[in-house]
């Protein structure tokens, strides 16, 4: 066993060595061949063997090292056949016959590829390098002599008509072939620079079938000798890598092996087929050195090509794949279907696969396999090939001339177990190398997972429990998995300090009042723009000293480009400080609500990103902060709009620390505003996530419609229920902000009114969770930014967040700048130093992407309406009986218990 672990290290070292020896060469590298139940990608990320489950669940299981197409494998999908090129995976789907991709290309979009013609339906899809093309199914009427073929991809990108049937389509490197059905001659298109392989197509030959190489093509003859002939070229890297001649196969991929084939493949330089009389696999063509000889004494079903190996399913019972060649491990531990299931019969010359694992899941379909043609010299045949057996072949002993007859003759057919003898240890061994693997990862990350959960669970429990706050602790570690990462804290100012920033509290610094505080406009000393908010301070509403600790713990932990940031606080004697980044646009309240030119601001393309915006704020709170955070409070006027229009949620006065079980809900009053408020929640007392959800739905209304959540001037004040029954109907334009000119095209904003109305469902059960909503979200802009109006499109990226850039960036935003800048700014950047750094990567809008803003800071207007909107006539008794028709008196018939920041 020791050896064969040694053995099996040994090769894994030889994978990697090659994997980097030729890492060069990856990005020419193609993807190749015609669908099929089994599939390779290779690319710089590593090659990837996926097959369809030998289950009959038509199922995909992928093993391989390119973490982009074994992480996102479409597990739940079934497919009917697939296919594969560089970096990335196709399967047909079952269901909708359409294809779908996952892995990585820059060139072809995964998941379904675009653009698609609506409710086209594909016999076939076939990989290239950087490309796919799927064949349509045979039209119809007139045009049914007509074939069509979409591709996706590199160079590619377009619908091709061909007159005539085509039956079969094969891609190679950055070309495709397909095969007429009447004649059945080959032909080629796209281009062939490197390989000529379209101006060398035979086109007087008729084929049975055929395949596509890197560079070259090789078909099966129609007739019965079923000769390969193979025609392009294969030579062009010979000074690149050393070939060498390992097996009885040509060197020229051209000269192909004079023995009838089942079927055939193309490798990047080789190709391979299956010997029709002994189903045993022979290649030919260049192989690079250290390359494994296929196996032989075994038999094989199905077989397809990667750049420098091959895999094929075992013809046994166990359908365990093997491989050969370089760059691979030789046995996979993943039993995979023989070949695609059909519904219809067998043509003559195919037998119906029949194994105990019966792969094919729908009843009356099955796969069809070639039967084996005739039986080769010095055999005889015991059988006919039947509908469910292939034709079987004995040894001939009285005419024995080889010597594998000889020694089959004299050891009385033991031929085949002195073979196992040898290869099944080192089989066994490998596949017992791949579990032990396999169990060291799945180990990891389950005691990974637990570690996170039980260090989640504890925070809450410290939090929670103890009360008093490690805000205040120097050695406090908020977040358990940071150990010995000093975390971000907020500032402690002095009254005076605040005084000074904002003028002594002046009425012309107040920016903005909420229900039971003020807001104010402040310059620090080092010229940070802030926004100072001031609590005021009543009998009923004052907290004690450990709660207002609490929320500011709870702040300080949280860090996401799109929540609003606590810079510092303030607590001496009665007074309540806390100091927050100044958002230069004020709020998307005053936007939405205030005056025409503030309307008009926000285009469509704006509102929405801001939505996605908020979302991922909101998404961030649900999702990733430990424990979870409920925000209770989601509305327009706690959407902070800055400099460059992008969007920060704000005022976690009301939040609460979920469960870290989400399952169980935190039994709350009430506490939020009207028009927002989960009516769940008001009504039960039943707190979770999801009335996040709700109210975010109703922010979403608000975005499209211009109106606010609630207002009486409209016969229908409530705007869910004015709005919820227009979408349903179908009718969005009729809900569109009348101050915006509609987009040409719909569908975007129609896909958010229907995320808005599943948002503001009833039972939070049924409401869709944050994650899912920001990514109906994200779509919906991305499809809304392809309209041609946009002119400066704002792209959603990648980018990685929890640095102090936005912080610094706010503070370098400033206008005020004083003459102590540089000064602050070193203080700044101590302070910046104290921030965790967030080890959780969140899609964002990338800064150098983001439109510049062409509005003036409108901070006059923002306090302006900001002041109107204080007296905005929302009467409570109004709003109470209107969500009291809906679902009826709150229980306990309380009040709406309104309890706020400090
Ligand atoms: N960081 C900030 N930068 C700029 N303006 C702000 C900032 N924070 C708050 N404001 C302004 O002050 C207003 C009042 O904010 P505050 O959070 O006190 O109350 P609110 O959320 O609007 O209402 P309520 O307290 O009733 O929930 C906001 O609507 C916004 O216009």
């Known amino acids: 066993m020791k050896i064969y672990s040694c053995k099996a290290m040994v090769f894994l070292a030889q994978i990697i060595v090659f994997l980097l020896f030729f890492s060069d060469l990856w990005p020419r590298i193609l993807g190749l061949g015609s669908m099929s139940s089994i599939a390779i990608s290779y690319g710089e990320n590593g090659p990837v063997f996926c097959g369809l489950k030998s289950d009959g669940s038509h199922l995909v299981i992928c093993y391989g090292s390119n973490p982009a197409i074994t992480r996102s494998i479409p597990d739940h999908f079934p497919f009917i056949g697939l296919t594969a090129g560089n970096g ?58 007509t074939s069509l073929v979409d591709c ?45 392989v379209i101006e060398l197509v035979p086109k007087e030959l008729k084929f049975q079938k055929f395949a596509a190489g890197g560079f070259h093509v090789c078909g099966i003859l129609d007739g019965v000798k079923s000769r390969v002939i193979c025609w392009g070229k294969s030579l062009d890297l010979e000074e690149e890598i050393s070939a060498s001649a390992l097996y009885a196969g040509q060197l020229n991929v051209d000269l192909a092996p004079d023995n009838p084939m089942l079927s055939v493949i193309g490798g990047r330089f080789h190709a391979c087929g299956i010997r029709s009389y002994d189903r045993q696999v022979v290649c030919w063509g260049y192989f690079v050195d250290g390359s494994t000889p296929p196996p032989t004494g075994v038999k094989l079903y199905e077989i397809a090509g990667g750049d420098y190996f091959t895999c094929g399913v075992l013809a046994e019972t166990s359908l365990l794949p093997v491989c050969w060649g370089a760059g691979f491990p030789s046995a996979l531990p993943l039993p995979v279907a023989p070949g695609v299931c059909k519904s219809k019969p067998c043509s003559p010359d195919f037998y119906e696969f029949n194994n105990a694992s019966s792969p094919c899941k729908s009843p009356g379909s099955h796969i069809c396999l070639p039967c084996s043609n005739g039986c080769p010299n010095e055999m005889y045949q015991i059988t006919e090939c039947a509908l469910t057996s292939d034709r079987r072949c004995g040894y001939n002993c009285s005419s024995c001339k080889s010597g594998d007859c000889f020694s089959h003759c004299s050891n009385g057919g033991k031929k085949n177990e002195k073979f196992w003898s040898l290869q099944l240890p080192i089989v066994v061994s490998e596949i017992a190398f791949a579990l032990f693997f396999v169990i060291v990862v799945v180990l990891t990350s389950v005691l990974y997972v637990r570690y996170k959960l039980s ?55 107040l920016v903005g009042k909420g ?165 769940e929640y008001y009504r039960l007392h039943y707190l979770t996530t999801k009335s996040d959800v709700y109210s975010f739905g109703v922010l979403l209304l608000e975005i499209i419609s211009g109106r606010k959540a609630i207002d009486m001037k409209y016969e229908e004040g409530n705007v869910v229920e ?75 990226t990648e980018v990685v967040l929890g640095s102090s850039r936005l912080h610094k960036k706010s503070s370098q935003r400033s206008g005020n700048r004083s003459t102590s800048e540089t000064d602050g700014a070193d203080t700044e950047d101590q302070r910046f130093e104290l921030r965790a750094p967030s080890w959780i990567t969140f899609p964002s809008v990338a800064s150098s992407q983001r439109r510049k803003s062409s509005i003036s800071d409108s901070d006059a207007d923002v306090k302006n309406l900001e002041t109107k909107n204080l007296g905005n006539g929302i009467s409570l008794g109004d709003g109470l009986r209107s969500l009291d028709e809906e679902i009826g008196p709150a229980s306990p018939p309380e009040l709406l218990f309104l309890q706020h920041n400090f």
């Open 152 to 196: 996706w991809g590199y160079n590619m990108t377009k619908s091709y008509q061909f007159g005539g049937q085509i039956q079969s389509i094969s891609a190679g490197s950055v070309f495709n072939c397909g095969l007429f059905a009447q004649n059945r001659s080959v032909f080629c298109w796209g281009d062939e620079t490197e390989s000529r």
């Open 515 to 679: 229900s039971f505080s003020r807001v104010f406009k402040g310059v620090l000393k080092d010229g940070t723009m802030v926004a100072v908010k001031m609590a005021i301070m009543s009998p009923d509403m004052q907290k004690n000293s450990k709660e207002f600790h609490t929320e500011l713990d709870l702040l300080s932990r949280l860090n996401h480009a799109h929540l609003l940031n606590l810079l510092g606080y303030c607590e001496e004697g009665g007074q309540r400080l806390l100091v927050y980044e100044f958002m230069a646009n004020g709020s998307l309240h005053q936007h939405l609500h205030g005056n025409k030119e503030l309307k008009e601001q926000l285009d469509w393309i704006r509102r929405v990103t801001i939505a996605v915006q908020a979302a991922r704020g909101i998404e961030y709170l649900h999702g990733y902060a430990c424990p979870p955070v409920i925000h209770r409070d989601i509305k327009s006027s706690n959407i902070l709009i800055d400099e460059e229009h992008n969007a920060r949620v704000a005022d976690f006065g009301l939040s609460l620390l979920g469960p870290a079980n989400s399952s169980s809900p935190l039994a709350e009053l009430p506490a939020g505003t009207l028009g927002y408020l989960d009516p």
């Open 88 to 145: 990335f995976v196709c399967g047909l789907l079952m269901d909708s016959n359409q294809p779908y991709c996952w892995g990585r290309t820059g060139f072809i979009s995964m998941g379904t590829p675009q653009p698609m013609v609506k409710s086209s339906e594909y016999l076939e899809i076939s990989a290239g390098d950087n490309h796919l093309c799927g064949l349509r199914k045979p039209l119809m009427g007139k045009h049914r002599n």
């Open 722 to 796: 004015w709005a919820v029954p227009l979408i349903k109907a179908d009718d969005i334009e009729a809900i569109l902000d009348p101050v915006l000119k509609p987009p040409s095209d719909l569908e975007a904003l129609k896909r958010i009114a229907n995320v808005a109305s599943k948002c503001v469902r009833m039972r939070g059960k049924e409401r869709p969770s944050m994650d899912k909503v920001t990514t109906s979200l994200e779509r919906a802009l991305a499809l809304l930014m392809g309209t041609p109006c946009n002119e400066q499109p704002i792209l959603p």
């Open 455 to 509: 260090n989640c669970r504890c925070s809450v429990k410290s939090k929670i429990g103890h009360g008093n706050s490690s805000f205040l602790d120097d050695s406090g570690k908020i977040m358990p998995e940071l150990d010995g990462i000093k975390i971000r804290r907020a500032q402690k100012f002095t009254y005076e300090q605040l005084e000074i920033a904002t003028d002594a509290f002046k009425e012309e610094s």
